[in-house]
């Protein structure tokens, strides 16, 4: 078994952005209101150094922004901090996040000297009339490139894709996702869109322009989504906003905003397979679901709402669950009198 990983967050809001995505205000996402220094970077470490467990892997991870579209100068000052402490053992990896149109052979090389492990891209979508929609200012070609030199040059690869944008469909999402795992990706966020305001998205969502993307929107797109990922054996490291208190406490006004929007998608996903199970049963027949270990109120559904609507859906006179000691995300349907 690996150690596990903790990250020193460090946030670069905006920071090297060259363009006002619609859906975006990091400074409400990330609560960070100004571009981290090299002085934020060691006292990142330091405080990290204080409550952080022994044995863990410590990853310095800069959030936020388009890191490799920085100015270079910044760019080193924060990377060489970073290195200092990685040299001297206070940090064990780096990481950050950036945009597919801001890396080439030159930026992966600093990179590479600064000690970076992992490079986080912003694809959203590989659909390239919503990347426009979206003011991205990027294609889908732009990430396939990026990713691929990436990879060749031997860092982790995370990337980032976002559900619900102007323009997308249920199709074109699925599809990007199909794209992305055809990158091989190292893992994935999945970002179903919310509505934040002081945005470009909020204003076209008040005039009538972009129809919110819903929590039951994300649910039934991801839950489509997810086992893509899930059969490639990509790791989802991410699935919703994080919910912040800014978030929470009312700058996310509309959009696939949940706090538990990972277990609604779970609970979908054993839904549409105990469907699947049930095809062409006799009305009125007693079942019991076995599920995977812990995956039972997954199973039920939030307020027994799945039991609810197999019962309606196939006329069942009773549906039990039982779990089994594996823990997996297979059922079993077993008739009873």
């Not at 410590?58 to 080193?76: C, H, K, M, N």
């Not at 003011?135 to 732009?142: I, L, M, S, V």
């Not at 995956?295 to 799945?306: I, L």
Request: net charge neutral; proline share 5%; aromatic share 6%.
């Amino acid at each position: 078994m690996s150690a596990r990983a903790y990250i020193v967050p460090v946030f670069v809001p905006h920071w090297g952005c060259p363009h006002a995505c619609v859906f975006c205000n990091q400074r409400r996402i990330s609560g960070a209101n100004k571009p981290a220094s090299a002085g934020d970077v060691k006292n990142a470490i330091q405080q990290a150094a204080a409550f952080l467990p022994k044995g863990g892997k410590r990853q310095l991870a800069f959030y936020g922004g388009s890191f490799t579209a920085i100015p270079v100068p910044d760019q080193e000052a924060l990377l060489g901090t970073a290195k200092e402490a990685l040299d001297r053992g206070e940090i064990d990896a780096v990481r950050l996040s950036t945009r597919p149109d801001a890396i080439d052979d030159t930026v992966l090389e600093r990179l590479k000297a600064y000690g970076v492990e992992t490079v986080e891209l912003g694809a959203q979508s590989m659909d390239d009339e919503v990347l426009r929609r979206a003011e991205r200012g990027h294609t889908a070609q732009d990430v396939e490139r990026a990713s691929r030199l990436i990879k060749a040059a031997g860092f982790r690869l995370i990337l980032q894709m976002m559900t619900g944008l102007p323009g997308a469909t249920d199709e074109s999402d699925i599809e990007t996702a199909r794209r992305l795992v055809a990158l091989r990706p190292d893992g994935v966020r999945v970002y179903p869109t919310v509505i934040v305001r002081d945005t470009a998205l909020f204003d076209l969502w008040q005039a009538g322009k972009y129809r919110e993307h819903t929590v039951e929107d994300a649910v039934r797109v991801c839950a489509k989504i997810v086992p893509l990922f899930e059969e490639a054996g990509i790791p989802i490291i991410r699935l919703g906003l994080n919910p912040t208190e800014e978030l929470s406490g009312g700058a996310a006004v509309g959009g696939a905003y949940h706090p538990a929007l990972g277990e609604l998608v779970k609970s979908r996903i054993l839904l549409e397979k105990a469907r699947a199970l049930l095809n062409g049963i006799e009305p009125g027949s007693r079942v019991t679901l076995e599920v995977g270990r812990g995956k039972t109120s997954q199973m039920a559904g939030q307020h027994r709402e799945n039991l609810r609507r197999l019962t309606d859906e196939f006329s069942l006179a009773d549906v039990k669950i039982k779990e089994k000691p594996e823990a997996d995300m297979e059922i079993t349907l077993h008739l009873y009198e």
